[in-house]
Each structure stands twice: as C-alpha cells, then as structure tokens.
C-alpha cells in the first residue's frame, strides 16, 4: 500500500516557465511533508517544507500548498531553470516518529 | 545542518559475501536512519538506529539480513550480509537534528552492485 503517492513519473517545461510538482498521500496520520531533489550519485537534499496546520509555504523559487482535504500536495517551481532538472521526491512524516515515507519520484527536465 | 558520510561510494560484489557501509556525522544525533533505493524505485526505510538501543526495522528487513550498529551519536554502520543481485540497490544514511519540523539530511549514498 503506498502511502506516498507521485502519479507523474516524468514533467518537461520550458526554461522560466512554472514547474508543479505534485504528491498524494492516504494516511491522514501524515503531519509533515517536505520535498526533496535528487540529481543522479548523490543523496536526497531538502528544498522546502510545510506543516499540516499551513497549506502554503514559500521559500525564494519554491512553493508548496498543502490541501489537508484532498490530501494532495504541490511544489511549484517559478520560474523554472535548467539547473532544477533533477528528480523530486515529495515526503511524508508521521507525529514523533520522524522516519519518512517517500512518494516514487518525479522526473523533471527544464529546457533551455 | 548536518554533514554525512557514507563509505565506500560504491562497491560491486559477489553474491554470498558481506558488505560493511560506514556512516559518519558531523555533530551528534539521536535519530539516525538506513533507506534503499532500488532501482528505478523510491527510498525505502530499512531501519531506524538510535543510539543506546537496538534498532529498530521495517516491515520486509529482518536484522540477520541487514545487522545495524550505532556504537555513537556520530557513526553507525549497515551490513548488507549474504547478498544476492536482488540487494542491488543505493543505501542511505540519514540523519536528523532538530525538533519536529526538521527536516532530514542524507548522506551520498552507497551504490552496491551484486553480481
């Protein structure tokens, strides 16, 4: 059963255009959710995050919504550079417990 | 912040043998965890070490198969032990520092190849 749950294995835009990333999740446990970008031979790295008491949280480039109803998650990239194509994860976490559960990934490739 | 280490980088090893993975943290921390990667897949949490007691693992792993030590708030090993080609895969080490509401940081990974 995936919790996590990234329906878009693969995004292409063009470069200074909007990115949308987006993520659904099933446990309504789920109380922290972060994004994270990966490029190929490297470990995850933290982008942004949000609480399950916010639905918007920005940061420079990156914003993410949260909507608690629908159990959905966004991160939208603006505007969109070359050096962002990488893969995304978005990430799932769970009161005290702090282990994260991640969604499949989306590949997102921004041409120049 | 955290910076991590993880040795070796990579490694390609024969079915049957044993492979020892090195984490190593800049600063102490109490929550240290072992994801996978398989490939083509997401990460996967294989374990939680916290230091002063015995680790703690997921549904799917089992401690003979990936034995943890955490002898320190600053390092912890995973043991990819009677490995097959399934066990090919990326192994993280990741930590966290702060509170609820911090975020997790990663080590480069271990690419293990089984051959």
């Known amino acids: 059963d995936q919790q996590v749950k990234q329906n878009s294995p693969s995004l292409s835009v063009q470069e200074g255009r909007i990115s949308i990333l987006n993520c659904d999740y099933t446990?309504?446990?789920?109380?922290?959710f972060l994004w994270y970008k990966k490029y190929p031979a490297e470990g995850p790295t933290f982008l942004i995050s949000i609480s399950s008491i916010k639905d918007k949280n920005e940061d420079g480039r990156f914003t993410v919504f949260l909507n608690k109803s629908a159990k959905h998650l966004s991160l939208h990239i603006v505007p969109s550079q070359p050096g962002d194509s990488a893969v995304y994860f978005c990430?799932?976490?769970?009161?005290?417990?702090?282990?994260?559960?991640f969604g499949s990934g989306t590949q997102l490739t921004v041409l120049p | 912040s955290a910076v991590i280490s993880q040795k070796p980088s990579r490694d390609i090893c024969q079915r049957g043998t044993s492979l020892t993975i090195q984490c190593q943290v800049d600063?102490?921390?109490?929550?240290m965890f072992w994801y996978r990667q398989q490939p083509g897949q997401s990460l996967t949490l294989i374990a939680t070490?916290?230091?002063?007691?015995?680790?703690?693992?997921e549904s799917g792993f089992v401690i003979d198969k990936f034995p943890i030590s955490r002898p320190n708030l600053t390092f912890s090993t995973l043991t990819v032990s009677n490995m097959s080609p399934e066990d090919s895969s990326i192994y993280l080490c990741?930590?966290?520092?702060?509170?609820?509401?911090?975020?997790?940081?990663f080590g480069q990974g271990t690419r293990l190849t089984v051959v």
């Open positions: 446990n309504s446990m789920f109380d922290y």
């Open positions: 990430a799932a976490s769970a009161g005290s417990a702090r282990q994260l559960t």
């Open positions: 070490a916290n230091q002063g007691s015995e680790a703690t693992y």
């Open positions: 990741s930590v966290i520092t702060g509170g609820w509401g911090t975020e997790a940081f």
């Open positions: 600063s102490q921390v109490t929550m």
